[in-house]
Each structure stands twice: as structure tokens, then as C-alpha cells.
């Protein structure tokens, strides 16, 4: 069975630039790099605060970084990150064009 492209939208609302900054460097393993089984990361201002979107290979691949680096990071702390978790929408993704 192939797997299926999976879509996670995050608003955080009110949130910022320097928040999204701090908050990527926790939880992604380097500059320009993506976790493991994650295809596509954008983010950026959007009205009232700050969206992130990312397509992961599947919806197992998604809750594994969510569940073992994303949310133990989160809410350990971030110093200057995120204060409030996010609005979520997640997509089970038809296409996924490059």
C-alpha cells in the first residue's frame, strides 16, 4: 500500500517572525534542513499572526516528529518561541506537486 503525502497547517495567532525563528531552530535539525519523513516546510506572516505549513510522506511520519520531537520540545519551553500551541488543520493531501 503506498503511503499518502500528509499536510499539517499551523496559525498562531498573534505569533511573529523572531517567534517562528526560535521555534523552527528547536525543532528542525539545522539550517535549511528538514526533519526526517517531512517533504515540504513554509512559513510566514499571515493576518493576525504567523502560519506554518508542512507535507510530510505520511500521516505516521507527521506523528512521529509531532509526537517525539515537536510537542516534548514545545512544551518543554522554547525561549522566544511560541506561547500558546497553534490552530491546526491537518489535509490527508490528494497532490502534491513539486
Same mark, same amino acid.
Given at each position: 500500500?503506498? %503511503? /499518502?503525502?500528509? @499536510? &499539517?497547517? !499551523?496559525?498562531?495567532?498573534g505569533? /511573529?517572525?523572531?517567534?517562528?525563528? +526560535?521555534?523552527? +531552530?528547536?525543532? !528542525?535539525? @539545522?539550517? =535549511?534542513?528538514?526533519?526526517? =519523513?517531512?517533504?515540504? !516546510?513554509? =512559513?510566514?506572516?499571515?493576518?493576525?499572526?504567523? %502560519?506554518?505549513?508542512?507535507? !510530510?510522506e505520511?500521516?505516521?511520519?507527521?506523528?512521529?516528529?509531532?509526537? %517525539? &520531537?515537536?510537542?516534548?520540545?514545545?512544551?518543554?519551553? &522554547?525561549?522566544? =518561541?511560541?506561547? +500558546?500551541?497553534?490552530?491546526? /488543520?491537518? &489535509?490527508d493531501l490528494? %497532490?502534491?506537486?513539486?
Amino acid at each position: 500500500m503506498a %503511503t /499518502t503525502p500528509y @499536510g &499539517i497547517v !499551523h496559525f498562531f495567532p498573534g505569533g /511573529t517572525k523572531e517567534q517562528y525563528e +526560535a521555534s523552527l +531552530a528547536a525543532v !528542525h535539525p @539545522g539550517a =535549511g534542513l528538514l526533519p526526517e =519523513g517531512q517533504i515540504f !516546510h513554509a =512559513g510566514g506572516a499571515s493576518e493576525g499572526g504567523w %502560519t506554518i505549513m508542512a507535507v !510530510h510522506e505520511s500521516k505516521e511520519s507527521w506523528e512521529k516528529f509531532r509526537d %517525539t &520531537i515537536l510537542m516534548p520540545r514545545m512544551q518543554a519551553g &522554547i525561549e522566544g =518561541g511560541f506561547a +500558546a500551541p497553534p490552530e491546526e /488543520t491537518v &489535509i490527508d493531501l490528494y %497532490t502534491v506537486l513539486p
